[in-house]
């Protein structure tokens, strides 16, 4: 049975390997036949473009994540493969989750 995953990393797209092997994770999850979203709480702190932060990449590994049918949402980086949310909705979605992976 499938069931509603919620990956939920905490690193900065900057931070190196882990923010990566987190996405990897989350491809992995969708092998089961889950339903995975991916969230990322934090984004970038000046401008939340990711062409303006160096984060052109991001985009490639969200391009990868949509066509695995994973949905991404953001607080702070735009990118028009991820939805930015707002707090509330955070909570709404961790509280409807069957499994919530923070990585």
Do not use: Q, Y
Request: proline share 4%.
């Amino acid at each position: 049975m499938a069931k509603n995953v919620v990956v939920v990393i905490r690193d900065h797209p900057l931070s190196g390997d882990s923010f990566s092997e987190g996405l990897r994770m989350s491809v992995g999850m969708t092998i089961a036949g889950n339903r995975v979203t991916v969230i990322l709480p934090e984004g970038s702190d000046t401008d939340p473009r990711p062409e303006k932060v160096g984060l052109g990449e991001i985009d490639m590994h969200f391009e990868g994540l949509s066509e695995l049918k994973v949905t991404v949402l953001t607080r702070g980086i735009c990118s028009e493969r991820a939805r930015m949310i707002d707090h509330i909705e955070f909570r709404n979605i961790l509280d409807t989750s069957d499994v919530i992976i923070f990585w």
